[in-house]
């Protein structure tokens, strides 16, 4: 039985919150502030009028997926998911809108990740859950760029090692590590051999 990588995409295969904030910008006279924490409060209207929480929400409908194609590839991110895949099963798990995964998975094969994917919505720990039961329980490594779905992964999942990863580098330094995470690496060199490690040890995460 092969281990089992379940990894995100948006800001930890590819860029997102960069190409969002250009867009935004662009089509909506919105300033967007990468090195804020909260999405919703880091939107500001230039002829200053409020903009409410549930507004980013329709934005982000916006974006996905018909903007899509402004999205770049993190660094070392394909080289190194072509290196795991010599050794374990790979899903990407993205928390878009089931619609948008037809999108998503044309996306990914644009740039030589070809794997399958999955649509979630809300916290991602009872998805991881289900997917590592399906491979069989192997032992599984999650990587995510938000520390509520790493704490959804420890409650639903505590087999699961669980890897923190921001790969935005002008938003990363202002996103502390996520408590729930086993680590937290923001490079793909370091993260393929963190992760290949943890393959290695053939342990779960709670053993």
């Known amino acids: 039985m092969k281990p089992l990588l379940i990894t995100d995409c948006d800001e930890v295969l590819l860029h997102m919150v960069r190409h969002f904030g250009t867009w935004l910008g662009e089509a909506h006279e919105i300033d967007f502030k990468l090195a804020h924490g909260d999405m919703a409060t880091s939107m500001t209207r230039r002829d200053g009028t409020p903009l409410a929480r549930e507004e980013m929400w329709s934005y982000l409908d916006g974006f996905f997926p018909a903007e899509m194609g402004r999205q770049t590839l993190v660094p070392h ?6 290196a795991l895949a010599q050794i374990a099963d790979i899903v990407i798990l993205t ?12 996306q990914l094969e644009s740039f ?10 809300g916290g991602k720990g009872t998805r991881v859950a289900a997917l590592a039961a399906e491979f069989g329980n192997p032992v599984t490594v999650f990587v995510d760029d938000l520390a509520v779905h790493l704490e959804s992964c420890a409650t639903h999942a ?10 935005e580098p002008d938003l990363a330094p202002h ?11 923001d490079d793909w060199r370091a993260a393929k051999d963190w992760i290949a490690a943890r393959f290695a040890e053939a342990v779960p995460a709670n053993a």
């Open 77 to 82: 991110a394909a080289e190194s998911i072509a």
């Open 95 to 106: 928390n878009l809108q089931d619609h948008c995964r037809p999108a998503r998975t044309a």
């Open 112 to 121: 030589g990740i070809v794997h399958r994917v999955e649509t979630n919505q």
């Open 158 to 167: 505590p087999h699961v090692h669980r890897l923190h990863m921001v790969s």
């Open 175 to 185: 996103v502390p590590p996520a408590p729930a995470a086993h680590a937290r690496i």
